[in-house]
C-alpha cells in the first residue's frame, strides 16, 4: 500500500524550492524547474525505501538524522553519473599528442618528477582509468618518472563503486584490446565475466570523497584537471569560482579540460583557449 501511495506522491513547489535551495547552498547544483520531475522520481525511491509518505516528512527526516547518513543518501540520489572509458578521446588523444611528451622531457629534468592529474567528478572510475592508462602508456619508457592521480566525486554510493573498478565487458569496450590485456584483469563473477582494474591502475589513482565547494585536499600544483561535464550542473557564478579555483592549483602551463557541453564563456578566467573544452594556464 505504502508503495502505491509514494508512487503518486507529488512533489510540491514550495518542497521542491526547499529541496534545491539545500542542495544548491550544500554544493553548488542548480536544480532548476525542468529538473522538478527527475527530483520527484528520484526521491520517490527514498520515500518508499522508508515507508515516509510525503516530501516534506523526507525533508525534514534527511536535515534532522544525526547521523548525516540520509542527507548523504539524499545527494547521492540526485547526482547525475554518465560516464565511460575514453569517453570524449579527443582529450586524451591531446595528451598523448601534444601535452605529455612536452611534460614528460621537462619533469626528466627537474627534481619533481611525478606527473599530477585531478578527476574532479570521476563518477564510477572510468575517466581517472582512461587518464592512468594513457599516463602509464606515456612514461613506460622513463622508469623514472611517478604519476599521481585524485579522483573524487560527491557521491559516495558512486565512489565505492569506482574504488572497486569492477565492470562489465560492454563497459570496456571503448579500451582498445592491447591496453585491456595490459591494465585490465579478466575474472568471473557469479559465472558472469566482467574486467577488473589491474593494481598498475590502482596504484596511482587516489580516490575521495569531495564536495567541489569545499576546502580541496591539494597541496603540490597539477599539472591537469578534468572537470567535464560536471559544471553543466552550476550557475554561473559557481562555475566562475570554480574555474579560478581550478587556475590557482595548476603549474604554468597546466590544463583544464571541460566537457563537450560545456564553455568558459561568459566567466572571468585567466585561462587561454587552446581548442573546444581544453584550456591551459
Not at 38 to 62: G, M, Q, S, W
Not at 117 to 135: D, F, H, K, R, V
Not at 168 to 190: F, G, H, M, Q, T
Request: with cysteine.
Amino acid at each position: 500500500m505504502i508503495e502505491s501511495i509514494v508512487k503518486e506522491v507529488k512533489l510540491e513547489e514550495k518542497d521542491f524550492r526547499r529541496i534545491s535551495d539545500m542542495i544548491y547552498k550544500h554544493c553548488g547544483i542548480n536544480l532548476h524547474a525542468g529538473k522538478k520531475e527527475l527530483v520527484r522520481a528520484r526521491l520517490a525511491k527514498r520515500l518508499r525505501l522508508l515507508n515516509i509518505r510525503t516530501f516534506p516528512e523526507y525533508i525534514d527526516h534527511a536535515l534532522n538524522d544525526p547521523s548525516g547518513d540520509e542527507f548523504t543518501a539524499l545527494v547521492d540520489s540526485l547526482s547525475t553519473n554518465l560516464t565511460s572509458f575514453f569517453r570524449e578521446n579527443q582529450h586524451f588523444e591531446y595528451l598523448k599528442q601534444n601535452f605529455l611528451p612536452g611534460i614528460i622531457a621537462d619533469k626528466s629534468k627537474a627534481g619533481d618528477r611525478v606527473i599530477r592529474a585531478w578527476s574532479a567528478g570521476c563518477s564510477s572510475g572510468e575517466e581517472p582509468y582512461s587518464i592512468a592508462i594513457t599516463l602509464l602508456e606515456a612514461i613506460k619508457m622513463d622508469r623514472g618518472l611517478g604519476a599521481k592521480i585524485l579522483a573524487t566525486d560527491i557521491s559516495t554510493q558512486i565512489l565505492a563503486k569506482a574504488k572497486v573498478g569492477v565492470y562489465d565487458p560492454e563497459r570496456v569496450a571503448p579500451v582498445p584490446p592491447e591496453l585491456k590485456n595490459r591494465y585490465l584483469v579478466s575474472e568471473k563473477i557469479d559465472k558472469r565475466k566482467v574486467f577488473k582494474a589491474g593494481n598498475a591502475l590502482k596504484d596511482i589513482i587516489f580516490f575521495g570523497h569531495l564536495n567541489l565547494m569545499d576546502e580541496w585536499p591539494i597541496k603540490v600544483p597539477l599539472d591537469f584537471i578534468f572537470c567535464r561535464n560536471v559544471m553543466i550542473y552550476f550557475d554561473k557564478p559557481t562555475q566562475e569560482r570554480l574555474v579560478n579555483r581550478y587556475w590557482q592549483n595548476l603549474n604554468p602551463g597546466g590544463l583544464l579540460f571541460t566537457g563537450h557541453s560545456e564553455s568558459l564563456t561568459g566567466i572571468n578566467h585567466k585561462f587561454r583557449y587552446v581548442q573546444p573544452t581544453i584550456y591551459v594556464k
